[in-house]
């Protein structure tokens, strides 16, 4: 029993185990999740900058004219229909944004607010869609085109057209906002990997116009605010596997210890039903022997109880103790052999009859003898008549010579004979029976067992004389 409430302790601790470890693997799991959901926000000013590139909490920004050398062209002055001119000669300069993810999550998307530091003329844009927001008059235009097919939609922003496709103005502070196509790959960005190709980096262009500048100018976009998702796998942090693994053990470790329990509880009853079954042969076998002597009825079950009583008290096992005590009601199974005229004999018997009634010990061993069940269950019937002194029956044993069970019920046989009514005698008082006890100390009882009797009797345990 005292198994199976460890088991169920241990059960119970290991589910406590397994709840709070799965209670951790979700948090951690809504927590990456949510983090998805919330769009960062990150500007350039907020990074460092070494020169040449923009250092982000996320992705690293590169920004200015492509290859780093400006490629600057220059372009004519343009005029209107009435020769007036609009403005200037002009030069052109490709514009490059280079992102590349340098954060463990995925960047699932992004696009770019790009302040305008000086007036100028967005010419192309490509990867992407644009959306500008032009503020020339009192009122600030929004559209947003793509413009490698800006003659799909109308254009509603101040612009004019020449041949090389719809020059766009922006004043210092107005904006446009990046939008990247997924379609060329500029996002999902993948954390970089050294092991495998990855799509880690997006690179988007544009081509700005600035009035009366030489070929050596090129602004510089300084002011640009990065918008973006991040997603993490949970599956890729090794800390969140190995959590789930010490999870999934605690789990296999429940069902392990629930099967475990359920088979010992089968067995322990199981075993029970045995104990039942060899309990009640047992004492069927002795109402057979105490149908042939009714004067002794009872003694069998007594010495029984006695037995185990000073088994217990010499710190046996509980199963021991129960076999102790099936093998003291068997002690005198012999008798079954002894005529009934000398078991039920009122007189005193002659040497003759004393001779037949002591060969019950030899009988009850032999026909104990293939009871395996038990073990040693034919010892308590073959040596209980022997004598510590080494006067008994029916081999003359001596001190420890005798099996310990012998010496055990051969005292508690003794005690349930003196406190028992006899036909010739009635039963000893209280006082007469322990003197008989340590009188017989090292003579006929072993003196440790007469001991551990005592002082059952003392206790209470062991009642006598009543
Ligand atoms: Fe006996």
């Known amino acids: 029993m005292k198994k199976l409430s460890k088991d169920i302790a241990a059960i119970i601790l290991i589910s406590i185990a397994y709840v709070v470890t799965f209670a951790v693997i979700a948090v951690y799991y809504c927590s990456v999740k949510s983090e998805s959901k919330n769009m960062k926000e990150t500007a ?29 062209w220059l372009k004519d002055p343009i005029r209107d229909e009435n020769k007036n001119i609009l403005h200037g000669p002009s030069v052109g300069i490709i514009y490059e944004i280079v992102i590349t993810n340098t954060g463990d999550a995925v960047i699932t998307d992004w696009t770019a607010d790009v302040y305008m530091p000086e007036f100028m003329w967005l010419n192309n844009g490509w990867n992407g869609k644009l959306e500008f927001h032009q503020s020339s008059g009192t009122e600030e235009k929004v559209q947003l085109i793509d413009l490698r097919e800006y003659q799909s939609v109308p254009i509603e922003l101040d612009y004019y057209i020449d041949h090389t496709g719809p020059m766009i103005p922006l004043d210092k502070g107005d904006k446009f906002i990046y939008c990247p196509s997924k379609a060329d790959n500029e996002y999902p960005l993948e954390p970089a990997s050294e092991t495998e190709e990855v799509n880690s980096s997006a690179i988007v262009g544009f081509i700005v116009y600035v009035p009366d500048k030489g070929l050596d100018y090129a602004p510089v976009f300084d002011n640009v605010v990065f918008h973006y998702h991040l ?111 000398i078991l039920q004999k009122p007189a005193r018997l002659t040497d003759e009859e004393y001779e037949v009634i002591k060969r019950h010990t030899k009988v009850g061993g032999d026909m104990l003898r293939d009871f395996s069940s038990i073990k040693d269950m034919n010892l308590g019937a073959l040596y209980h008549h022997e004598r510590y002194d080494g006067k008994g029956y029916p081999k003359g044993l001596k001190g420890e010579e005798i099996p310990l069970i012998a010496r055990i019920i051969c005292v508690a046989d003794s005690l349930d004979a003196m406190n028992s009514n006899r036909c010739y005698r009635p039963k000893l008082t209280k006082e007469v029976i322990l003197d008989e006890l340590e009188k017989n100390k090292g003579k006929q009882f072993d003196p440790d067992i007469v001991d551990h009797v005592l002082k059952l009797i003392k206790q209470g345990v062991i009642k006598i004389g009543e």
């Open 231 to 341: 997603s993490r796998n949970a599956w890729d942090d090794p800390l969140f596997i190995a959590i789930v693994g010490v999870d999934i053990m605690w789990l296999v470790l429940i069902i392990a210890l629930a099967v475990s329990h359920i088979r010992v509880r089968k067995l322990l009853k199981q075993q029970k039903h045995d104990a039942q079954i060899i309990d009640q042969s047992i004492k069927t076998f002795i109402n057979f022997v105490e149908a042939k002597d009714p004067n002794t009825k009872g003694h069998s079950e007594r010495v029984a109880e006695i037995s185990f009583a000073l088994a217990d008290e010499m710190g046996y096992s509980s199963k021991e103790c129960n076999d102790i005590r099936c093998i003291a009601l068997m002690h005198d199974c012999g008798k079954i052999a002894i005529p009934v005229n």
């Open 44 to 72: 350039l000013s907020s990074g460092s900058f070494d020169g040449t590139t923009y250092s982000l909490s996320d992705f690293d920004v590169k920004i200015g004219p492509r290859g780093g050398d400006s490629g600057a």
